[in-house]
């Protein structure tokens, strides 16, 4: 009898397994060798056939990570109870674990002869997630159709991949909204765009690197020399370009780069430590603060703190965005959002003012006044109520006119105005610590976030 049983199980597995369909190569991808271990194996949905979503745990990088893999080729991934049943378990145990969870999207939709319990079945996803979200690194791959309810769920995972040419994320059917949406990476319902599925996995391995979870760090032994000089500063004229210079290897794993490109945020390893990155990116609208950047800069924020990555925060702003569309957004609730953000970010943080840093949008972008630990300003930096052009007019509009020379007279007091806006000027006040040559940036940034290393 017991043989018997011994051979029904094993002709399951072997059922099983043959299902495994295009989960079978995501598992084979991401999984160091031989490590994959099964969860919910025999869980089968009322028609008698198993569960279209796959649960289960192993090794990447050595590391203890958790997935679970909706595989469309199965019954289109119809999603119901029984999957819900697996996906819980599997993030509970990931919390439990203190272990990242990726999660791979591909369902069309609800069971449909579930009914409503299908609809409960999606709640009961959606309320794990809020359960274990700061917790655990939560990392989505799109890799067919997620709509509905289960967009929302994708969306409420710390950061989402999506894979090129496949239906995408949304939350209305493109037959009811009139053909294909816009491209997931610029409506920002996607954080990273990969070319194919073995793109995606590719990035979501390089994530994982970076993410802390449990008692396993983001340290990496690093290859490159914490006291490289970077006198290259001085000419770079984005971003990324800024954060490339003092990045580890000129390393930058960027997350929404193709949405809302006045604002950059991402990851970067300094002396083999993980540090997430929020940039004014000057190239683009001189790096304004316009709503969807605080918004942007927000989220990525809350992700850092969650999980207790230190916080490196690059400034260099004109200050808002002068646009009627910005303020119908509305403005001051994207801005308000962005400053709890930053008051209530307990993680590592520190500032460096590298370019432009003018009004309201110096204080809200990781100011000394927020509780940031450490804030630098660059040699070069310019830190003011009003950007130089704009404040020479409105002060001294008048005299300029009169001059009998008024291009030379604004020249030389736009001169005087910029002396008066120094970075001197506000570490004289407190609110800068130091102001570094662009030759030892690196170098000081890498001090500083050693030394909050044991911050609590």
């Known amino acids: ?18 299902e495994d369909g295009k989960a079978g190569g995501i598992i084979g991808a991401l999984y160091d060798e031989g490590t994959f271990a099964e969860l919910g194996t025999f869980i089968k949905n009322g028609d008698g056939n198993f569960e279209p979503v796959i649960t289960g745990y192993g090794a990447v990088g050595e590391r203890l990570v958790y997935t679970f893999i909706e595989d469309g080729s199965r019954e289109k991934g119809a999603f119901g109870e029984g999957a819900a049943k697996k996906i819980v378990s599997l993030l509970d145990l990931a919390k439990m674990n203190g272990a990242p969870a990726v999660g791979v999207f591909d369902s069309a939709g609800a069971k449909i002869t579930e009914g409503v319990n299908a ?60 053909g294909k949406g816009d491209d997931p990476a610029l409506t920002g319902l996607s954080d990273i765009a990969a070319d194919n599925i073995d793109d995606a ?6 994530l994982l ?27 770079a004229g984005s971003a990324k370009e800024l954060i490339t210079i003092i990045a580890d290897d000129g ?6 780069g193709f949405n809302t490109p006045e604002m950059s945020t991402g990851f970067i390893r300094m002396n083999g430590n993980g540090i997430g990155v929020v940039a004014n990116n000057p190239a683009v ?7 969807s950047a605080a918004s942007k800069a927000a989220r990525f924020i809350k992700l850092c703190a ?23 957004v509305p403005y001051a609730s994207a801005l308000a959002s962005l400053t709890e953000t930053y008051t209530s970010s307990g993680c590592a943080r520190v500032t460096l003012v590298s370019g432009q840093a003018y009004g309201s949008a110096f204080t809200i972008m990781g100011s000394k006044s927020l509780g940031t630990d450490i804030v630098f300003a660059l040699e070069g930096a310019e830190i003011g109520i009003m950007p130089p052009d704009s404040a020479v007019q409105f002060l001294y509009g008048d005299r300029i006119n009169k001059s009998a020379d008024p291009e030379a007279e604004r020249a030389s007091l736009l001169a ?4 008066d806006n120094s970075p001197l000027e506000a570490a004289r006040g407190g609110d800068i610590d130091d102001i570094l040559t662009y030759e030892e940036t690196r170098q000081r940034l890498i001090s500083a976030f050693e030394m909050l290393i044991f911050k609590l």
């Not at 009898?1 to 043959?18: F, N």
């Not at 390393?251 to 929404?256: A, D, K, S, T, V």
């Open 306 to 328: 969650g999980l207790g990555i230190p916080l490196l925060t690059l400034v260099n702003t004109a200050g808002y965005d002068y646009n009627r569309a910005s303020e119908n």
């Open 251 to 256: 390393i930058f794993n960027e997350l929404g």
């Open 201 to 206: 996995i590719d990035m979501v391995k390089k």
């Open 1 to 18: 009898m017991d043989a018997i049983k011994r051979q029904s199980v094993a002709q399951l597995r072997e059922m099983r397994k043959s």
């Open 416 to 419: 005087e105005y910029k002396r």
């Open 209 to 235: 690197e970076l993410l802390p979870s449990g008692s396993w760090g983001a340290y990496i032994e690093p290859q490159d020399d914490p006291n490289r000089r970077t006198p290259e500063l001085e000419t």
């Open 285 to 291: 609208l001189n790096g304004a603060l316009t709503p």
């Open 119 to 178: 609809l409960g079945a999606y709640g009961s996803i959606m309320r794990k997630l809020s359960k274990v979200k700061g917790f655990i690194p939560l990392i989505a791959v799109i890799n067919g159709i997620c709509s509905g309810a289960m967009a929302v769920a994708a969306r409420m995972f710390d950061i989402v991949i999506t894979v090129k040419d496949t239906e995408g994320i949304f939350v209305n059917p493109p037959s009811l909204t009139g």
